[in-house]
């Protein structure tokens, strides 16, 4: 599986951006997919998740509200739609895959096994 995620730029705070996650190389049918975030300095935090087939979503406690997650089953395509946004969701976006997850465990970065390259988001203040 190889994900190609894209969207990212420079936005001023308040802001809306929408992140895509193309997930190609074989029919995706795993388990679930999510967004990290890596900002300059810092370690990379989990942003937001979803199941693949029930589409039940997950997010840190900083972006709820403001970011959606979901996913085109259809198109192997998974979305952050990011709103009012602030400049310290400044970060290179990444979106993973997870061939099989636990719940409780969906917000580390290790429940993943493929990952994209990364999308640069710069919010200005």
């Known amino acids: 599986v190889q994900l190609q995620a894209s969207g990212g730029g420079l936005v001023q705070a308040g802001g809306s951006l929408r992140l895509s996650c193309a997930a190609s190389g074989r029919t995706f049918s795993g388990n679930g997919m999510g967004w990290f975030r890596q900002a300059p300095g810092k370690e990379r935090e989990f942003v937001a998740a979803?199941?693949?087939?029930?589409?039940?979503?997950y997010y840190e406690d900083s972006v709820k509200g403001r970011f959606t997650i979901s996913r085109d089953k259809a198109k192997n395509m998974v979305y952050l739609q990011m709103s009012s946004l602030k400049p310290e969701d400044t970060a290179v976006y990444h979106c993973?895959?997870?061939?099989?997850?636990?719940?409780?465990?969906?917000?580390?970065?290790?429940?993943?096994?493929?990952w994209g390259q990364g999308t640069e988001v710069t919010v200005s203040s």
């Open positions: 993973a895959a997870a061939l099989g997850i636990i719940v409780s465990q969906i917000r580390l970065s290790s429940s993943y096994d493929y």
């Open positions: 979803i199941r693949w087939s029930a589409g039940t979503t």
